[in-house]
């Protein structure tokens, strides 16, 4: 155990080997992380015609990451790049053909960000994982004492402190790394929810548990000050998504080594708690139950609709009815998706002020089942892979991803394609290796057998 965290902890420094690199490891995956916890107007859109700030910072930092990539001591060929673009690029050619409506931001955006993705893990490897960690963990830190400062002062003085416009209405105020939160949890306690460095609650609590994960990876379940954070940080974002991920992420972790005998008396002791808490927290039963209930919110909301485009407002459905939606704009394309948001069944047929959260099934209902699926097994992959070489429980981040996942879409954000990006970037070069070995040794055999003739 121990000289696998060595030898974990030494990959995790391959990112050294430039010694003008340092600090910017840490500026890189920053940049990475804000623009998708997208907290405020400036992460919000790397689109040059409504955020020029942000379109401009990316640009350049993504412009600075290539050019050291290009002066490292380290050369790899970049065919697993023009691979993945090429994919991605054939895609849209289909879409340029096909659709009434061909979005070029959608093109530049999703090419920019797995550009960023690709180099920037090839630059860092695993040192990515520690330094997305520390980052995750120190902004928890700040979010967790500004959120009780806010509940002392008030979010309404809290705010007069903000400098920056917030991306979203579920908070009144930005400072970038923290935003002032507006929504109270009225079905049960009555807590002003902690949004952080995000631009919503439950986003926030996400990232929290993908920090959590790194965090077990990393100190291989010790307990430690940023893992206190971290946890404090999910608890103050009130969220059900926070809640329950990592619940399961800690328990999956912890007896992923007992015997299967010893499982079974732990899933007999934990459901009835869980069932207990299920009852007693009431915002959690309550929400659920307010999600669910509805079932003809299609025609019952139509007037609701119809008044939200007049005032120019977005309306966000309840999970599941997000979840009918959805499925509606995948079964109108299921090969190749509906692209550009303005192709969409939605889009087109009910309302253009609708605005759809439902994680893993946006991802194939907007670029297909094919393309979809390919992306998906590729963050399944590097998960595992990840998990493998650190020597822990092999499923933790998959497990992860796909409870996430269920409220909100990490496929195509900077800071997990990362993630996705160990498959793409580690793996193929060792199997072309194997395959250029066996070749030169079957090149041997061939030269010693006509030299014996």
Not at 206 to 222: P, T
Not at 328 to 348: I, Q
Not at 355 to 370: N, R, V, W, Y
């Amino acid at each position: 155990m121990v000289s696998g965290l060595r030898t974990f902890k030494s990959r995790m420094v391959r990112g050294k080997q430039n010694p003008s690199f340092g600090i910017w490891s840490y500026y890189f995956v920053l940049i990475a992380f804000l623009f998708t916890a997208r907290g405020s107007r400036i992460m919000n859109s790397i689109d040059f015609r409504i955020n020029p700030i942000g379109g401009f910072l990316f640009l350049i930092s993504l412009i600075v990451l290539v050019i050291q990539d290009l002066n490292s001591c380290h050369r790899k060929s970049y065919w697993n790049y023009f691979l993945l673009m090429s994919i991605f690029f054939a895609w849209e050619v289909i879409h340029f053909v096909i659709d009434a409506f061909f979005d070029y931001v959608d093109l530049y955006s999703i090419a920019m960000f797995l550009t960023y993705s690709f180099f920037l893990v090839r630059r860092l490897g695993f040192q990515f994982i520690k330094n997305a960690e520390n980052i995750i963990a120190k902004f928890s830190i700040v979010s967790v004492f500004m959120w009780i400062f806010t509940l002392v002062i008030g979010p309404e003085n809290m705010a007069i402190f903000s400098f920056a416009e917030p991306a979203a209405s579920t908070s009144i105020g930005s400072m970038i790394l923290y935003n002032v939160p507006a929504e109270y949890n009225d079905n049960g306690t009555g807590i002003l929810r902690n949004c952080g460095f995000a631009w919503e609650p439950g986003l926030f609590s996400s990232i929290l548990c993908i920090g959590i994960a790194f965090n077990l990876i990393i100190n291989k379940g010790r307990f430690n000050l940023n893992m206190f954070f971290l946890i404090l940080g999910v608890l103050s974002s009130v969220s059900t998504t926070g809640y329950i991920a990592s619940f399961v992420i800690f328990a999956y972790y912890y007896t992923s080594s007992f015997r299967n005998i010893y499982k079974v008396l732990f899933l007999i002791v934990v459901i009835p708690i869980a069932i207990y808490s299920y009852k007693n927290f009431d915002f959690i039963g309550a929400k659920i139950a307010e999600t669910s209930e509805q079932d003809d919110f299609i025609i019952n909301d139509m007037n609701k609709f119809g008044y939200m485009e007049g005032q120019a407002e977005t309306y966000t459905p309840q999970r599941f009815e997000c979840i009918q939606l959805q499925a509606l704009n995948f079964m109108d394309s299921p090969v190749f998706g509906y692209g550009a948001p303005y192709n969409s069944f939605v889009y087109r047929r009910i309302s253009p002020m609708i605005s759809l959260s439902t994680g893993i099934l946006t991802d194939f209902a907007k670029f297909g089942f094919i393309l979809g699926f390919l992306f998906t097994l590729t963050y399944c992959y590097s998960f595992y892979y990840i998990c493998r070489r650190a020597k822990c429980p092999r499923f933790l981040l998959l497990i992860v991803y796909l409870l996430i996942s269920f409220s909100y879409s990490f496929i195509m954000v900077p800071f997990t394609l990362c993630i996705t990006m160990f498959a793409v970037y580690h793996i193929p070069p060792k199997k072309i290796l194997l395959y250029k070995r066996m070749k030169q040794k079957r090149r041997r055999i061939i030269v010693n057998q006509t030299q014996k003739l």
